[in-house]
């Protein structure tokens, strides 16, 4: 696609409930990055993936934060049993490869997660 | 701990000024710096991107710099107009920081008229 595509854009979950965020990236780009922003603040690092291997899963929060890339190129960041505190904005971004790629981000609309 | 601050957190300004936003870094061993911006409600759109080896980049009326010596980078913004008000994020890729970016906190910025 043109751009970073990231469904849903608004989600609503109770306490305790499971949620699935989906990120489609640009076409042709290998590395893939979700972030999560809180109100007021940056964005904050969770996983990097580069084609379907997940490199990097460093900056998930807790266990119930799961990330999947299966094909190396939709991604789904799954929360088990939410919390309050999993409400923020979850970002995606890409990135191409090869020598001709600058490492620039391109991030999308974002999900944003609200737990009542 | 590698870590991004950016000064102010949040700048008014008359329309037509040119005004500077900052942006310090912990560590001066970076691969690239990139400064986004961010509308209220909306995902981050790249403005520019320095690579470690550059010292400059100029889009339309923007001009971002970088000195890693000194760990820091300036977005300059010329002729201010209100459409420019938004959150403005800077943004640090680490040496030994992996791939991810390193974010800070965004300077959001009023353009009045």
């Known amino acids: 696609g043109a751009g970073v595509s990231q469904s849903p854009r608004y989600k609503v979950a109770k306490r305790g409930q499971d949620v699935a965020l989906r990120c489609d990236p640009i076409s042709g780009h290998v590395s893939l990055f979700w972030y999560q922003q809180a109100l007021g603040q940056g964005p904050e690092f969770l996983t990097y993936f580069q084609n379907e291997a997940q490199l990097d899963k460093s900056g998930l929060p807790s266990d119930r934060f799961f990330a999947e890339r299966p094909e190396g190129s939709v991604s789904t960041l799954k929360i088990q049993r939410t919390q309050q505190e999993d409400s923020a904005v979850y970002l995606c971004?890409?990135?191409?490869?090869?020598?001709?790629?600058?490492?620039?981000?391109?991030f999308g609309e974002g999900s944003r997660l609200t737990v009542l | 701990k590698q870590e991004v601050t950016q000064i102010p957190a949040a700048l008014s300004v008359p329309e037509g000024e040119n005004l500077v936003l900052n942006c310090s870094f912990t560590?001066?061993?970076?691969?690239?710096l990139q400064w986004f911006r961010q509308d209220p409600g909306k995902g981050l759109t790249s403005l520019l991107l320095i690579q470690s080896s550059q010292r400059e980049q100029t889009s339309g009326r923007l001009n971002a710099s970088l000195d890693k010596s000194s760990g820091r980078s300036t977005l300059y913004i010329a002729a201010s107009q209100p459409g420019d008000s938004a959150t403005y994020l800077c943004?640090?890729?680490?040496?030994?920081?992996?791939?991810?970016?390193?974010f800070g906190t965004g300077t959001q910025l009023k353009v009045e008229l």
């Open positions: 943004a640090v890729r680490f040496t030994g920081g992996g791939n991810k970016l390193t």
């Open positions: 971004a890409s990135t191409g490869s090869g020598r001709m790629n600058t490492g620039e981000l391109f």
């Open positions: 560590d001066s061993a970076i691969y690239n």
